[in-house]
């Protein structure tokens, strides 16, 4: 690209020529995103991009073309002055997100596993058990719920047997009848 025409339009652009200022951002954005990842660290590389930098840049130049009243000479002195502004945007964007980037641990594989599996259960868990607790309710005599709510709690046969006072095979027997009886109400009908 020869200076001619980036003069020409950097007369245009000084003029007040929206379309020339986009043709000065095409001409110039792809130096300045150059700018902006040779400065920037790779552990800063997730938190932005180099055409964030460069678009924030340009509309700082826009704004101070039309409020106040911005002139260059040349192209290469507009382009001396957008590598030094981007430069020091970088930097801001850098000191900004750096010590943030720093902070953050990143996880580690078996961190992931353990915290997916520490997960209690999906609120439609819990509505289902809810109502399979309700279900179980209404087909157990009354007599029998307590044994239900131990076994829900998670006793043993045993600690249950012992704590209602039934043999442990008769608690097997009753809570197998239950499922029995629930298994036939939940069997949709031929």
């Not at 400065?39 to 704004?63: C, E, R």
């Not at 279900?135 to 043993?156: A, N």
Request: glycine content about 4%.
């Amino acid at each position: 690209m020869t200076a001619d025409p980036l003069n020409a339009l950097l007369e245009q652009l000084c003029k007040g020529d929206a379309a020339a200022a986009e043709r000065v951002f095409l001409a110039y954005e792809p130096h300045l995103r150059l700018v902006v990842r040779r400065m920037l660290p790779a552990h800063l590389h997730s938190k932005f991009d180099s055409i964030d930098v460069v678009q924030s840049v340009w509309a700082d130049l826009v704004h101070g073309f039309r409020d106040a009243g911005w002139r260059f000479q040349d192209a290469a002195q507009l382009r001396a002055f957008l590598v030094k502004v981007t430069r020091n945007s970088s930097l801001n964007h850098i000191r900004r997100h750096g010590k943030a980037a720093r902070q953050q641990q990143p996880f580690e594989a078996a961190e992931l596993n353990d915290r997916a599996h520490a997960v209690g259960p999906r609120p439609s868990e819990v509505a289902q058990a809810e109502e399979l607790w309700g279900k179980l309710l209404t087909l157990c005599p009354v007599q029998h719920r307590e044994l239900l709510r131990l076994k829900r709690d998670g006793y043993s046969l045993e600690e249950i047997a012992s704590r209602t006072s039934l043999h442990p095979s008769s608690v097997r027997r009753i809570l197998y009848d239950l499922a029995g009886r629930l298994a036939v109400q939940m069997t949709p009908a031929r």
